[in-house]
């Protein structure tokens, strides 16, 4: 009886770190209920679901917010909403590896300005960094 007491409060407390892997904390959550109703406890879908979709960080909000809103919990499996997720971080990370992009190319662009055609650079590195940082060009 002890165990399986154990096992909901956990189960209760467990949400997702900013910095938690998707896949790791749904490995954990579904570990979690696979103990729980292996010592005869039920434990339904639409109610790990829902635990699922408030434990996730601010990253997940717009789409659990939808999924919440728009998705029939009551009709939905835990691999449905989590392929959801799944999908919604991979569109995450393709974002900010872009940005990343974006950034390195501007800089360059800025180098590249600053350049004559004989690859000369027409500006200290010292100039350009305190003229970066006031703003100006």
Request: net charge negative.
């Amino acid at each position: 009886m002890a165990k399986d007491q154990y096992l909901k409060v956990e189960f209760e407390s467990l949400s997702m770190k900013d910095s938690e892997n998707l896949d790791n904390f749904c490995m954990k959550l579904n570990g979690l209920v696979a103990n729980i109703r292996a010592l005869g406890e039920t434990i339904g879908e639409e109610y790990v679901l829902k635990k699922l979709l408030r434990a996730v960080p601010t990253k997940f909000l717009q789409i659990a917010s939808a999924i919440k809103q728009f998705g029939e919990l009551g009709m939905m499996s835990v691999e449905e909403v989590i392929g959801s997720l799944k999908a919604h971080e991979e569109r995450l990370s393709g974002q900010e590896c872009s940005r990343e992009e974006q950034q390195l190319l501007l800089m360059d662009d800025e180098w590249s300005k600053r350049e004559n055609n004989s690859g000369k650079l027409l500006i200290t590195h010292e100039k350009w960094l305190k003229k970066s940082n006031r703003g100006g060009s």
